[in-house]
């Protein structure tokens, strides 16, 4: 199986570990996965508030470039999954659109090829069965909240699975010997940029998926998108310290956590660079499974 | 209170309004008012208008009202109004229209956010991607607040999280070009 990649602006930066886990992990899984050279950035939401030409445009180049391979696209990131494919649509359902795209990106670009959400990938194409056959170390015993967020699944008709209560990850998370957690806001909005340009507010949207996340008995959660992490994990103390909690809760890249099942090693998934500690949680798992093997 | 007289609002705001509806692709009469929107928006606590306030007044032609609302920038594009309207109108393509417009004619109710924006695109034009350290740079210097997050720095430069020097990429002329295309184009970028 391959696929071209475009891991996004921040799995370079503040989500490299998402970077890291994606590489080793579709190696592990036999996924060969091709960079996109000199990828540029999708415009995020930056762009498509401010221009909806721009906001189509970005995306376009990276995806005529994976076209010109013949390739459909892998994307880690969420919101580059849903510029890309909000891309790819208006591209393939409108021949003016798709004139237009080609002459601003000075790129042929017809819209033939996919983009699609890394954890689609592995659910889908690659099959649970695939991944849990590989299984040497299961998540045994960790509750998981697996949190989808927003752009993984909305727009619906952009998304893979179900808008309101999706499945995928609860159920890599199975696969992995895992238990998902029921809970209500694996789709709720962490407020994206508004923990930096209106704190106030962004800290109250992630105060409550945290506190959800907690009172529904999880040990971590799961993302599968650079900004989610980073304002429930970077920002965890920052929204404990302003609402007066204390959560303790050590988020991972679904990523991480289908390498640490495959008994990749933490570090090499990146699992030392959060900022909650979640490598007493992988320490935990460790040693339930040497009390296991020794038993 | 203000007294409205809604008949000479609704045909004055008719131009407006036909700007939204063309470029949103979505037609404000078709909301009845149900609230789902608001009952669901995340966001809802902290705006001065609830989304369904907002499609009330483009349906009433106060175009300025929800124009210079926070509403429209407070709005964090998470598409759950638009996935759960019964009558299937966009709403979250409502806000970003008109926060477009609201721009172009110098409405801007949260202007840091605006900022943030502004500084994002910046990057991407000039070096092909976005480069995360000096978009917080940037956007806590303009905004008066150099120290804002800064505790955070040392320990994302350990964790190898924080790159101190953008990577501009090799073909940026083409990102460049992608840009003056869209000016040339009428965008407002």
């Known amino acids: 199986m ?4 475009y891991p996004g602006c921040s799995l370079s930066s503040t989500g490299i570990e998402y970077d890291m886990s994606t590489k080793k992990v579709a190696k ?6 091709w960079e996109i050279p000199e990828w540029n950035c999708c415009g995020a939401s930056s762009a498509h508030l401010t221009d909806h030409l721009l906001a189509l445009a970005l995306p376009a180049r990276n995806l005529a470039i994976a076209e010109a391979e013949g390739l459909d696209v892998a994307i880690p990131c969420a919101a580059c999954y849903a510029r890309c494919k909000a891309t790819e649509v208006e591209v393939k ?13 000075e790129r042929e670009y017809a819209g033939k090829t996919q983009a699609r959400a890394l954890l689609d990938v592995f659910v889908n194409d690659l099959g649970l069965d695939s991944i849990s056959a590989l299984v040497n170390k299961p998540l045994k015993d960790i509750k998981v909240a697996s949190y989808y967020g927003c752009l993984l699944v909305r727009p619906p008709r952009l998304g893979f699975d179900d808008p309101e209560d999706p499945q995928s990850m609860d159920q890599l998370i199975k696969a992995l010997g895992g238990t998902p957690v029921e809970w209500a806001f694996k789709t709720e909005c962490c407020g994206a940029a ?15 998926i945290l506190t959800a996340a907690k009172e529904a008995g999880a040990d971590c959660i799961a993302t599968a998108c650079p900004l989610c992490m980073n304002n429930l994990d970077m920002r965890q103390s920052q929204v404990e310290a302003k609402f007066g909690k204390n959560y303790g809760l050590p988020v991972f890249y679904f990523t991480q956590l289908i390498g640490l099942a495959l008994g990749l090693n933490p570090e090499e998934l990146g699992v030392n660079k959060h900022f909650v500690n979640a490598l007493g949680l992988v320490k935990k798992l460790l040693e339930a499974e040497g009390r296991r093997d020794t038993a | 209170m203000e007294r409205i007289e809604l008949t000479a609002a609704l045909a004055q705001g008719q131009e407006l309004l036909a700007e939204v509806t063309r470029e949103s692709g979505v037609r404000a009469s078709k909301c009845y008012q149900c609230g789902k929107c608001s009952a669901g928006c995340p966001v809802a606590f902290a705006m001065d208008k609830t989304p369904r306030e907002i499609m009330r007044l483009l349906q009433l032609g106060l175009m300025d009202e929800a124009l210079q609302s926070h509403t429209i920038w407070l709005c964090a594009c998470c598409d759950t109004c638009s996935t759960r309207c019964p009558r299937e109108v966009d709403i979250a393509r409502v806000m970003e229209t008109l926060r477009i417009i609201a721009k172009k004619k110098g409405y801007v109710a949260e202007k840091k956010m605006d900022l943030f924006h502004d500084l994002f695109l910046k990057s991407v034009e000039k070096h092909g991607r976005v480069h995360e350290m000096g978009l917080i740079l940037g956007f806590n210097i303009s905004g008066m607040q ?22 501009t990429i090799k073909d940026n002329g083409e990102v460049k070009k992608i840009f003056a295309n869209v000016r040339k184009r009428g965008g407002k970028v």
């Open chain 1, 2 to 5: 391959k696929y071209a990649y």
């Open chain 1, 28 to 33: 592990s899984l036999g996924i060969e996965l």
């Open chain 1, 93 to 105: 359902n409108s021949q003016e659109m798709k004139k237009t795209i080609s002459e601003v990106i």
């Open chain 1, 194 to 208: 508004h923990a930096t340009t209106k704190s106030d507010v962004g800290f109250s949207m992630i105060e409550k």
């Open chain 2, 146 to 167: 150099p120290l804002k997050d800064a505790h955070f720095g040392p320990s994302m430069l350990l964790k190898g999280k924080l790159s101190p020097l953008p990577h």
